[in-house]
């Protein structure tokens, strides 16, 4: 049974960081393209925004509004998932997931409909 644990979300200050981690098993974590996404208060589920992904051959994307800010890695022996994330603002205050996909990471990966596991998610709130 694949399962996805998202941790380490909490209440930062503006320019404060936080580092979130997500649990992976039941799955090829190796071999799975893996993604990080967040929902705004007021959104729906396939408003979810992509942040960033990390492909089986350690390519990593993101999206343009958290370049130079956000960073995402793995750490194969604890097969956990992170998202480093620096210079926090309000507006990234939202509920974080992070996705999986067995396989190579296709085109449309950030898209919320690409990924069919997800964790149930952990609260950042950053205040001003």
């Known amino acids: 049974q694949v399962e996805l644990v998202e941790s380490g979300g909490g209440s930062v200050q503006a320019g404060g960081s936080l580092r979130l981690s997500c649990g992976v098993s039941?799955?090829?974590?190796?071999?799975?393209?893996m993604g990080w996404f967040r929902q705004a208060p007021g959104q729906e589920r396939e408003e979810r925004e992509a942040l960033a992904s990390l492909d089986t051959d350690g390519r990593i994307q993101y999206a343009d509004f958290v370049k130079g800010r956000f960073t995402i890695s793995k750490d194969d022996a604890k097969n956990t998932l992170y998202l480093q994330m620096n210079s926090l603002k309000p507006e990234d205050t939202a509920m974080y997931y992070c996705?999986?996909?067995?396989?190579?990471?296709?085109?449309?990966?950030?898209?919320?409909?690409?990924?069919?596991?997800w964790g149930p998610g952990t609260q950042v709130t950053v205040s001003s």
């Open positions: 039941g799955f090829m974590y190796r071999s799975s393209c």
């Open positions: 996705a999986a996909d067995k396989g190579a990471c296709g085109p449309y990966w950030y898209q919320t409909n690409y990924f069919p596991y």
